[in-house]
């Protein structure tokens, strides 16, 4: 019995989990990719990344 009641939380908690990150994937405000790990997927700043191979390129190899 306790173990089944012990399973039971464990699912429960799992599901309200899951739930959790599937409504804050669909209903958040902020900036950025749905995986939920805080990371701006979307906000690559392409002009920086060019800037620093140009810069990379400008400068001698060691």
Request: a positive charge.
């Amino acid at each position: 019995m306790v173990q089944e009641i012990i399973i039971l939380l464990i699912f429960l908690l799992a599901t309200g989990y899951v739930l959790r990150l599937g409504y804050k994937s669909f209903f958040s405000k902020d900036v950025g990719c749905a995986k939920g790990c805080g990371s701006a997927c979307s906000s690559i700043d392409l002009e920086k990344i060019a800037r620093e191979i140009e810069a990379s390129k400008r400068t001698p190899a060691k």
